[in-house]
């Protein structure tokens, strides 16, 4: 496994993983001895179904508390004020049962802004995701990548320091994906640290500036994009990318 | 047969000309049965909600108690406010017995598991499918209460509404504890048996016939609310 240099890892919402192991009954879910995610771009983790990825990303989250070991961000054990810094799109995004403008209002409002920087922010968001003519329809009638759009516009709203992403554009057409992925770079430009689990190679090839190989609840391989896919460290990483690794 | 054709269009008269008599015991019945069932929504609810999303000892004894407490016979809820109630109850001392507030007591009895058991339902369900991105929001248990009411209203309204339905409808536990008293607690239910049992049909009939459209009101609002969320269920599926 190769780690990526440590001075490209000075900047917030630094990840640390150690010793991580999430158990359920009987078999291992998650080993991860150590795991450190940093520096500008974003942190893109590939791995074939039910490698463990949406697990990592709730224990990076601190929705899952591991049997055994650390996670820490910025040198800090995560805790509640910590996961206030983060936000996460989920593989299947909630929307409350309110309107487009409502979900955004609810994230907002709980952050404590007024209602005119609220409005004016909601408006932001909303034309940033091509949902402006949305903002009234209720968020359940919204089709899936739409949907989609309006769940990671919500975790934007809040300008985290980390955002997780768990496939978010696994729903969208072409245009969509353009869209999102045009978002989540700016984003990302903006210091924001992205970690977004993909299935779509090209979306890595894309946007990640490292990645995460995942197999069976283990990292198999973390390199720098431009070394991973041009030389692949591992058996299983050059039969991930043409197609042939199984879980 | 005759007779029951002319006492139908007396009652219809009497509806009609708005006979003082008859309209002060429906704005009553519906005075006590609006404002308990406020009342048990606005402790119902909280119950509810606070039953489905914290873990604690006892909770499944409650959640059974509550369920159990559903169907709880009005006579025998009467009968227990009565005893409470009465000179020598513990409560004796208020002299709320045969009064409006003893009917509300009552009903309240009634309607509050009701609508707290059909809460919980709605907002534990409505919790596996919100908890963990509320949690990702940042949002604690004790917060995301109101969020799962409100998110929820369509079905707490159904829950509202069959509450309300039982509690304008029942008279087992008002004519105990409301004794009946000529414009004093004389609401539809008690006025229908006891003009029916005095051979005073027209009356009995043309508040059965209020009485009848207001519970037909209600189910319709009800399955009308209930569409409607099975709609909105569908768009997401
Ligand atoms: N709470 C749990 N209890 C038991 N097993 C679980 C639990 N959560 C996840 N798993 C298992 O852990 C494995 C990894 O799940 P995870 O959702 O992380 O996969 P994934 O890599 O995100 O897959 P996909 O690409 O299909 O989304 C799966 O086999 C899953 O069944
Ligand atoms: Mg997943």
Redesign the interface.
């Known amino acids: 496994m190769r780690e990526l240099p440590v001075a490209e890892t000075i900047r917030h919402g630094v990840l640390e993983i150690e010793g991580l192991r999430v158990r359920a009954d009987g078999g291992t879910l998650l080993d991860v001895p150590r795991l450190v995610l940093g520096g500008p771009g974003p942190t893109v983790i590939l791995g074939p179904n039910g490698a463990g990825k949406s697990l990592l990303l709730r224990c990076l989250?601190g929705?899952i508390r591991p049997d055994r070991g650390a996670i820490r961000q910025d040198g800090v054990p995560l805790d509640?004020a910590i996961?206030?810094r983060q936000?996460?799109v989920?593989q299947r995004?909630?929307l409350?049962?309110?309107t487009v403008a409502a979900n955004l209002d609810?994230?907002l409002r709980?952050r404590g802004l007024g209602r005119g920087d609220r409005r004016a922010r909601i408006g932001a968001l909303l034309a940033e995701g091509g949902l402006a003519r949305k903002a009234r329809q209720?968020a359940?009638?919204l089709s899936g990548g739409e949907a989609q759009r309006l769940a990671i516009l919500r975790a934007l709203a809040i300008e985290p320091e980390v955002l997780f992403l768990d496939e978010p554009t696994s729903a969208l057409d072409p245009a969509a994906t353009q869209a999102i992925e045009t978002l989540v770079k700016r984003a990302s430009r903006r210091g924001m640290r992205v970690v977004m689990v993909s299935h779509d190679i090209g979306q890595a090839r894309r946007m990640a500036r490292d990645v995460v190989l995942m197999r069976a609840g283990r990292v198999v391989e973390h390199a720098p994009a431009a070394a991973f896919f041009a030389a692949p460290a591992t058996l299983a990483a050059r039969q991930f990318l043409t197609g042939t690794l199984v879980i | 047969m005759q007779d029951f054709a002319q006492e139908f269009t007396r009652a219809l008269g009497l509806i009609l000309s708005g006979d003082p008599g008859l309209w002060e015991i429906v704005l009553l019945s519906l005075r006590v049965s609006v404002l308990a069932v406020l009342i048990s929504a606005l402790i119902g609810m909280p119950v509810g909600a606070v039953l489905a999303v914290y873990r604690f000892p006892g909770r499944r004894v409650l959640i059974v108690l509550l369920n159990a407490l559903m169907g709880l016979p009005p006579v025998v809820v009467g009968l227990a406010v009565y005893l409470a109630l009465s000179r020598s109850g513990p409560l004796g001392g208020m002299q709320l017995l045969y009064t409006p507030t003893a009917m509300i007591v009552a009903q309240v009895l009634l309607v509050l598991p009701i609508i707290a058991a059909l809460t919980r339902q709605v907002v534990e369900a409505l919790d596996e499918e919100y908890a963990e991105q509320l949690r990702s929001l940042g949002v604690s248990r004790l917060a995301s209460v109101p969020t799962l009411l409100w998110d929820g209203r369509l079905a707490l309204l159904t829950a509202v509404l069959a509450g309300f339905g039982r509690a304008i409808a029942e008279m087992g536990a008002v004519i105990i504890v409301g004794g009946n008293i000529n414009h004093v607690t004389r609401v539809m239910t008690t006025t229908i048996a006891l003009e029916t049992s005095k051979g005073n049909l027209a009356p009995a009939l043309a508040l059965g016939v209020i009485l009848v459209g207001i519970a037909v009101a209600v189910t319709g609002a009800v399955s009308a609310l209930s569409l409607r969320g099975d709609v909105e269920a569908l768009r997401h599926a």
Request: aromatic share 10%.
């Open positions: 989250h929705l509640a996961r206030q936000a996460m989920f995004p909630v409350l049962r309110r609810y994230v709980r209720s359940r009638s």
